[in-house]
């Protein structure tokens, strides 16, 4: 299936979350045995407006696991040591020449777009500013329950915390829409919760949702908590904010077979009582993100 | 033709051009076939005092495109976590038993020839300061032009914009000058000129030139627009300005076969509505820039 | 012989030492002539709390000539753009579902074991916090004078500057105490001298040394003349700092066949009329560090 460009969630298919997933597994498989890739005459650009170690190291890791090769900058604003910053479609344009596939974390949301329309090369959005997206959490997340589930209908999942910023639950919320039977939770406080366009999407899609403010109810329904980061200071009160924290007294009221994710990095909203817990799949996220992004960067390759 | 380091302009015969524009030739050609260089076992240092992405990522893509492999830093002065940087002499005779090729940008005017002095591998200037040099990018520059002309003999160009400061005008004008029947216009605000070194320089040299204020007169007489950044705050009035920027109804009174060049990145001197025109040259400058440092990357490791 | 991780020196037997020495030689033997090594599946994630050139630089290199990939950040507490960074713990469980090996340079004192304790891959400690350890230089100090000297028995030894807070000298004094009849000068003014907790442990240990603070009446007596950084400020006058100073006329004392050591920087205390001299082996140094990496990474991935 044809890829260009990796840009929003709202992209993604079924069939290419699907196709992607069969991908991500055979990367797996290849990098278990020490096989590889022949990607070594290719060329990562890693372009961060923004440092973010997480991401950026785990799309090079990627790259290098297929046996291609990376240039990087997280200081993308500084592209001249006379002039600093250029607009940001001319040093597109610049680094289409010089590699064959760019990773793009942007400072704006629609970066990733506006770079995509110039771009020689695919671009894939590592995150494009507040409120905007970033499509490869999504979908690592999605490979992450589909790897242990089997498949994402009927799944039931609650996602909990600063959902009104936070774009890795807004992203995995358009990419689960797209499944069968699906039920999604959004447990936060209400200065916090989820936005009106999410919502609205989902009723356009009849989905089913509800919309929470109490996290002991919910997690004992659920195939899948979802955790995301409440940023400190967002909260008027430290007691109010231990309302959504998930501790060990909180997973062992969910299913057996129930999986805790998270995309990292956590305050206090995840304590660390749940990571030795058969539940957490956290770290497990990370080890998925690095075969995603590998089927990912394969699909835009070849 | 033996090369130890790339250090300015000048050191630059025209028979080393010429090899080194036929080894860029090679490079594209095995490139474009997706071809294997032999270079797996070197390693190109790059050390940036200030953070540059256009030039050490380019020089990155260079030495991966070889096959090659690199280390890196733009903070090049944080040699230490305890006492921060060092003299440059004691960075680079360390750094050259690490790595088999140093990439410099430095902050000080003859930080490159310092550097070579004591480096015990080859070193290649990538700017050393304000008023100092940058020759690769007028290599560039050079191999951008034969490319499409085949030659430089008889070359007719008009460099504008800030030339007293601006070290890809002094080292083009300075190359261009071994070149028969070449002739410069210079079109700047009086403020911004090229500076006496460089005219004195040509005189010697018996290089026609002519110092301009005004550009429509001349971009019509030229082969080549060479355009360089205006930076913010250099001229006293906007409205001045205006008379130096080139847009497309400048660009239409250009010969045909004729290029508009621009190191990048630009401010205002070059307006984005002459990005399609075919004359535009400058994202064609960046790729070329790969395949140049490429073929000096081979001429200083072989 | 096994290893796990390289936190600090005290886990470096003699057999151990013997063993890397010995893995050095043979790496340096195969850079010589160009040979290939095995590891272009591996992965190692260079992670810097602070910048430190120098350090990272190294083991980069060591990882590239060992045919290796590098993913690197010298932010390392950027780990991601909207929280900034997170608990060392959580950065080093993610990063070993990246990576095959981590490199750390951690801002605390311990900081190294707390990463040793939760990783899933080999963590090399590059340093950690003021009065914290730096193994891998003293080992590298340790290779530097074997190759010379054969062996480090019967080795005397001066160590000279800010032995306080040097982690360095500190490093090398655990590891030399390992060897038979080793006898240390530390030679440094009265507020900077070596620590009780190293001259007791020499004092269990049975090592014989001398706290002194004349440097001519030691520098003749020895095989090795060890410097560190005095840093700015450190010392109330110039005058008496001169006093530590190791220059041409120093040098003239000591023996033909003794060596002068410094790990680098150097600020004042080791004057550059020594570099020419046959016994300045502190660019030697920076040389063999990359052999010594390169061993003990094949040791931890091995």
Redesign the interface.
């Known amino acids: 299936m044809k890829l260009s460009h990796v840009i929003e969630s709202q992209q993604f298919t079924v069939p290419l979350i699907m196709e992607l997933c069969d991908r991500a597994k055979d990367m797996e498989r290849i990098v278990a045995r020490?096989g590889?890739l022949d990607y070594?005459?290719k060329?990562m650009?890693a372009l961060f407006y923004?440092?973010?170690?997480?991401t950026?190291?785990?799309f090079?890791?990627a790259m290098?696991?297929l046996?291609g090769?990376?240039?990087s900058?997280?200081?993308?604003n500084?592209?001249?040591?006379?002039?600093g910053?250029?607009?940001l479609?001319?040093?597109i344009?610049?680094?289409?020449?010089?590699?064959d596939v760019i990773v793009l974390?942007s400072s704006q949301k629609g970066g990733a777009a506006r770079a995509a329309e110039v771009s020689r090369i695919p671009v894939i959005n590592a995150?494009d500013g507040?409120g905007g997206q970033h499509p490869t959490q999504g979908l690592l997340d999605l490979y992450t329950i589909i790897r242990e589930r089997g498949t994402l209908d009927g799944l039931t999942i609650a996602m909990i915390g600063e959902l009104s910023e936070g774009r890795t639950a807004r992203s995995l919320a358009y990419l689960l829409s797209k499944f069968d039977r699906v039920k999604m939770y959004f447990v936060s406080p209400p200065e916090l919760q989820m936005k009106p366009d999410i919502l609205e999407y989902l009723d356009r899609k009849n989905v089913w949702y509800s919309v929470e403010s109490q996290l002991e109810d919910v997690v004992s329904k659920v195939d899948v908590v979802y955790l995301t980061?409440i940023?400190p200071g967002r909260l008027a009160g430290q007691e109010h904010l231990q309302n959504y924290v998930v501790d060990s007294s909180i997973v062992k009221n969910m299913r057996s077979d129930a999986m805790v994710l998270h995309p990292?990095?956590?305050?206090l909203e995840l304590d660390?009582t749940v990571d030795e817990d058969p539940r957490a799949f956290y770290?497990?996220q990370?080890?998925n993100?690095?075969f995603v992004r590998m089927a990912l960067l394969t699909m835009l390759l070849d």
């Open positions: 020490g590889t070594q005459n060329i650009a923004q440092p973010s170690n997480r950026r190291l785990s090079e890791s290098h696991r046996g090769r990376v240039v900058t997280d200081q993308a500084m592209f001249s040591s006379e002039v910053g250029e607009r479609e001319d040093t344009r610049t680094i289409s020449e010089y590699a974390r995150g507040s980061q940023r990292l990095p956590r305050t660390k770290f497990q990370a080890r993100g690095i």
